[in-house]
């Protein structure tokens, strides 16, 4: 190999060389750059995904309160309701809240009819419902007249129905059966009916009774009796009870409720929180039960509860006092702890709650019929019935709205249940 060839070879082998060193530098630079991008991608995300997840769950955490329990609540029929009652006036309002006779609307004793001056009665009050007694119900095509006018009546005034309501349990209080000329069969006392252990006898006579309301117009039954008749001296509640065991008594409400509803009659449970145990009548004066909340809770709130949970839309509220519990005699009806402590907030109900009449001795021997129905809403009931002066009533209702004594905010929480049950029929 001459001088030159050597030359050439070096010359050749030195550039190998450099080519060999560049692609190390070259490899060792992609194994470095790859380290680094590894220790990026696995160490320092690591420190930052804490910070990451926090906020994620910070924003599920401040998103699930926000969502999951406006899903829980949402009650399309309420929102109706709510929106219905915001375009009423306070007075229609405040009329909604109270359950009258035709007699004490009109101003005629026993009236029978529901005419021109019906019409303008209720115009200017409204009612949310009308309970109609013996003396108003003469013969099948007038009681039929009569109510199919006051269905038009409410729809062209407030656009919403109106409560249609009658005693008929059956038995000693029925106002269409006692009358032969509805030609209707007395299903007789719920005694009776209890007696014979089957609530299928209860669902019958609920049906049965369902069957001729709603045929004369009726919509609403002041029935079924929920007191357990504890006290054999008892003389107001007596044969009107199924008996005197809670449990048999729930079972025979539930199943004449459902035999009522499923004719369009809705039943109004009465009369809490029982009145089965008392001695005295609430119709002449005060009646108390000595009875603890414990108590009460194992005996005569069972029915009431059985109902609550069967989808009662209506608990009439007595006027028992029950000073064990509430730690005075203020009847039940005017007791916030009876009302919303024990019937909303311990039975979990949130229909409406309505009063026995208002016109008993109960509440007439210690309270003007304004204080009284104040007093009442003041407590958490939705309707008043039969204030011994309607218009006294309304009046002091309306004063103590505009005087703050009772919000307009509380008068439209009862006024939108009064008109979810209404949207129901």
């Given amino acids: 190999m001459n001088q030159e060839e050597r030359r050439e070879k070096r010359k050749k ?53 926000e969502t999951t329990p406006v899903t829980e609540v949402s009650d399309p029929l ?116 209890g007696a014979t252990g089957d609530s299928q006898n209860a669902y019958n006579a609920g049906s049965t009774i369902g069957t001729y ?32 065991d809670s449990q048999l008594v729930a079972d025979m409400v539930c199943a004449e409720m459902q035999g009522l509803n499923e004719h369009q009659i809705l039943s109004v449970v009465k009369h809490f929180p029982g009145q089965g145990a008392t001695a005295g009548d609430s119709h ?46 203020t009847p039940a009806s005017l007791s916030s702890v009876m009302v919303t402590d024990v019937l909303r907030n311990q039975l979990g109900f949130h229909g409406v709650v309505i009063t026995d009449a208002m016109n008993m001795g109960a509440i007439t021997g210690t309270y003007s019929s304004a204080d009284a129905a104040v007093a009442a809403i003041q407590a958490g009931v939705d309707m008043i019935l039969m204030p011994e002066d309607f218009q006294s009533a309304y009046q002091g209702v309306m004063d103590a709205v505009t005087g703050g004594t009772i919000t307009e905010d509380r008068i439209n929480e009862s006024v939108a249940r009064i008109i979810k049950v209404k949207l129901t029929m």
């Fill in 13 to 65: 082998d030195t550039q190998s060389a450099i080519i060999v060193v560049a692609v190390f530098f070259v490899v060792l630079a992609v194994l470095i750059g790859g380290i680094v991008f590894a220790v990026h991608k696995f160490v320092k995300p690591g420190v930052n995904k804490p910070e990451k997840n926090t906020e994620s769950v910070t924003t599920e955490a401040t998103e699930e309160p």
């Fill in 78 to 193: 309420m929102d109706q309701a709510m929106q219905i009652a915001a375009g009423m006036t306070l007075e229609q309002k405040v009329a909604q809240m109270f359950m009258i006779t035709p007699d004490a609307l009109t101003g005629v004793d026993g009236a029978t009819m529901a005419g021109d001056s019906t019409k303008a009665a209720y115009t200017q009050y409204p009612v949310g419902g009308l309970i109609y007694m013996a003396k108003n119900l003469t013969g099948t095509d007038q009681t039929t007249q009569m109510l199919t006018n006051m269905k038009s009546y409410s729809q062209e005034i407030v656009g919403i129905p109106v409560f249609l309501g009658v005693d008929e349990e059956g038995g000693t209080v029925a106002r269409i059966a006692s009358n032969s000329a509805f030609g209707v069969t007395d299903v007789g006392n719920m005694s009776d009916v």
């Fill in 213 to 244: 309301l709603n045929t004369l117009g009726f919509n609403m039954d002041f029935a079924p009796v929920a007191d357990v008749l504890t006290n054999p001296d008892n003389t107001v509640i007596k044969d009107r009870s199924f008996g005197s």
């Fill in 284 to 329: 002449d004066g005060a009646v108390s039960t000595d009875k603890s909340l414990d108590d009460l809770l194992a005996n005569e709130l069972v029915p009431f509860q059985q109902a609550v949970n069967s989808g009662a839309s209506f608990v009439m509220v007595g006027h028992i006092s029950a000073p064990a519990v509430t730690g005075d005699d």
